[in-house]
């Protein structure tokens, strides 16, 4: 069955890390992008970063660039996001998203159930 799991969330404080992992069952990453969102309290859902199934194109939102860094294990089905120098107003619950043939397209068909991540000294 079609899954995406999210995981690796948790409290850390300001400059720590985390690494969040999004392991996907039921499609072949070939054929999808996948995206890390986050939303906070009273905040709209942000994008934060993309990576083709391919791994050949990466983006990323310009409040985490040089900070945050998605990568994509192929054979694990499984795409990640190293977060580091970390800051209170990355407070939120992460989300990953596979988006339809590659990033851009705009069409987020399928959701994982997010995981919270709490920067706070």
């Known amino acids: 069955q079609l899954e995406l799991v999210e995981s690796g969330g948790g409290l850390v404080q300001p400059g720590g890390s985390l690494r969040l992992s999004c392991a996907v069952s039921?499609?072949?990453?070939?054929?999808?992008?996948i995206n890390w969102f986050r939303q906070a309290p009273g905040k709209e859902r942000e994008g934060v970063s993309c990576?083709?199934?391919?791994?050949?194109?990466?983006n990323y939102t310009d409040s985490v660039k040089g900070r945050f860094t998605i990568s994509i294990d192929d054979a694990k089905n499984t795409v990640y996001l190293q977060m580091n120098s970390l800051k209170p107003e990355d407070t939120a619950v992460y989300y990953c998203?596979?988006?339809?043939?590659?990033?851009?397209?705009?069409?987020?068909?399928?959701w994982g159930q997010g995981t919270q991540v709490t920067v706070s000294s």
């Open positions: 998203a596979a988006e339809a043939t590659r990033c851009g397209s705009g069409w987020y068909n399928y």
């Open positions: 039921g499609l072949t990453l070939n054929n999808w992008a």
């Open positions: 990576i083709s199934g391919s791994g050949d194109t990466r």
